[in-house]
């Protein structure tokens, strides 16, 4: 079996040595062995390989450590690198996010009914148009919440007018719905009708007579009156059996349009006191006509009694004459009274 191997010789330069069996007859071994200096090149080349060899060696033997070693390097660059990720993120959502937290915020005080929220704009992309188009919102809804809040104002005080002068109204006034029902009613009709009208809130007027026989009197000429014709007024006067007495009543009804709540307004006054006063006011008048023409020949007569006495008691006898002059004088005594009464009348 033959044999080779490189080792290195007394003056350190490498020796090739092959040894090589040769003859194995008679059971002996004989072998050849061949010493030779390896060539400079070889030699080098060898050398270079069992340079490369050692470190080899050696790398392989710290091979672990550095696996390690660059493992955990690898690591920490890793985490570190994510960390810096993490909060350039972190960062930059929250670059982002204020402005729109801002908005959430001012929108959630927007649906809480305060209108004065104002974002400051500190960019000019589609972020920054939409904060100027929020502030443009919200200022608008104030406008309109301060112009609502005056209209309502003025509403309220127009409305509270309006009730004051119904409460003070000596009229009568009814309002009623589009469909005949009652819908409110100031004191003054209440007063008038001596009926409290609370019970006949929402019923239409063809049901008043169910509640109340009376009122039978004013809801058959109303329902007459609502079912007339939408451009004309309707106006009547009406006998109402009141409990201190039968009422005259002047009851006028007006239908509301072109109003969010359509309906009708009915305003009726008591004539019962002006028609008495009229009546007296006429018989008063019949009295001072009679009293006129009656006073008118009551000179001619109290002169003809007087003539009379003049002219025939110069001719009667004593008893005669006695008599002419009680009669005259009773003539004249009644005239002088029914005169007096006549200018008393006047």
Request: glycine residues 6%; charged residues 20%.
């Amino acid at each position: 079996m033959r044999c080779a191997t490189i080792t290195s010789g007394p003056d350190g330069r490498l020796l090739l040595r092959v040894v090589v069996p040769v003859n194995t007859v008679g059971g002996g071994l004989e072998v050849l062995q061949v010493v030779q200096h390896v060539p400079e090149s070889v030699a080098h080349n060898a050398e270079a390989v069992r340079a490369a060899h050692a470190d080899y060696d050696e790398l392989a033997l710290s091979r672990v450590g550095l696996k390690r070693l660059f493992g955990l390097t690898l690591t920490l660059a890793l985490l570190l690198a994510l960390l810096s990720a993490v909060l350039l993120a972190l960062y930059f959502s929250q670059t982002l996010s204020a402005p729109l937290g801002a908005l959430a915020e001012g929108t959630r005080a927007v649906a809480q009914g305060d209108y004065s929220r104002r974002m400051q704009v500190r960019s000019y992309d589609e972020l920054g148009v939409l904060t100027q188009s929020f502030n443009a919102m919200t200022r608008e809804l104030d406008t309109a919440r301060r112009e609502t809040e005056r209209s309502q104002a003025a509403v309220e005080a127009a409305r509270a007018s309006l009730e004051s002068i119904l409460a003070n109204l000596s009229a009568g006034v009814i309002a009623l719905d589009s469909a005949g029902r009652l819908v409110t009613a100031n004191p003054g009709a209440e007063r008038i009708l001596g009926v409290p009208l609370a019970p006949f809130v929402g019923r239409a007027v063809a049901d008043w007579a169910g509640v109340r026989p009376a009122m039978a009197a004013l809801a058959g000429p109303l329902a007459d009156a609502l079912a007339a014709p939408a451009d004309r007024d309707w106006q009547r006067e009406l006998a109402f059996p009141a409990e201190r007495g039968e009422l005259t009543l002047l009851v006028h009804v007006s239908r509301i349009t072109g109003a969010p709540d359509e309906g009708f307004v009915v305003v009726f006054d008591d004539l019962t006191h002006l028609l008495h006063a009229q009546r007296q006011a006429a018989w008063g008048e019949v009295a001072r006509r009679l009293a006129h023409e009656i006073k008118n020949p009551l000179t001619p007569i109290q002169l003809s009694a007087e003539r009379l006495q003049a002219r025939l008691h110069p001719k009667l006898d004593a008893t005669e004459a006695d008599l002419l002059t009680r009669l005259t004088q009773t003539i004249v005594n009644q005239v002088s009274a029914l005169a007096v009464r006549s200018c008393a009348r006047c």
